[in-house]
């Protein structure tokens, strides 16, 4: 095999690696706290430990793992504190950026908001009956959410608030639940709000979508 060949192929191994961690982490398959040991992981993921200490620092540089010199790597935490940053930190970039989709929107962006939105009621009619899976749910809301602000006209806001997304979503995972109807209907609400232009009712709707999460982990053990 000739050496760029050997090198496009260990960096395709390192991104399925990442993207597998990164999954892990998010959906709390790697618990906050959970001690990162590469020979585990070298076996769990097929990953040398050369590319995994790769992988982990980029891990910790977004912030989902802890990097701890000689003492190697850890699932960062999660607390109250750092879910409300994340919470105001989301509402900020969402709040700003559905603004400036809805007064640049056309025909296009509405299709896509719609085409998402079904995809998510969809999901989300499933979640409540028991039969629906958490990766297409979160999939799914992750892409509605993305919908309503990809007319923001900056790649950097969309990469900003897509990993604010992950790192907050985290917490849904480790301390919430599926909530049911109460973010279906927001979710139904903020689609309504889209259509019309209507900024103020999907800030609001949006405020009260992300606080009521907050308030729900802040009901559970997990943050206790």
Not at 156 to 183: I, N, W
């Amino acid at each position: 095999m000739a050496l760029v060949e050997r090198i496009e192929e260990q960096e395709a191994v390192g991104d399925d690696g990442y993207r597998r961690i990164r999954t892990d982490i998010v959906f709390g398959r790697l618990r906050p706290g959970h001690k990162l040991r590469l020979d585990g992981l070298k076996e769990d993921y097929g990953v040398s430990v050369s590319t995994l200490r790769e992988i982990l620092n980029r891990l910790a540089a977004e912030g989902f793992v802890l990097a701890e010199g000689r003492r190697g790597f850890e699932v960062a935490p999660i607390s109250v504190e750092n879910l409300k940053e994340l919470a105001e930190l989301r509402l900020l970039l969402e709040s700003h950026a559905m603004g400036v989709s809805f007064a640049h929107a056309d025909v296009e962006w509405e299709g896509r908001v719609v085409s998402a939105h079904h995809k998510l009621a969809s999901t989300e009619r499933l979640m409540e009956t028991g039969l629906g899976e958490l990766e297409q749910w979160k999939r799914y809301d992750g892409e509605f959410h993305q919908a309503l602000i990809s007319n923001c006209g900056s790649r950097t806001l969309m990469e900003t608030h897509a990993l604010v997304f992950d790192k907050y979503f985290r917490y849904q995972m480790v301390a919430f639940s599926y909530r049911g109807s109460e973010p279906a209907a927001q979710h139904k609400a903020l689609l309504e709000s889209a259509l019309k232009r209507d900024v103020a009712t999907a800030t609001a709707t949006l405020r009260a979508h992300v606080n009521n999460c907050v308030e729900h982990a802040l009901a559970t053990a997990a943050l206790r």
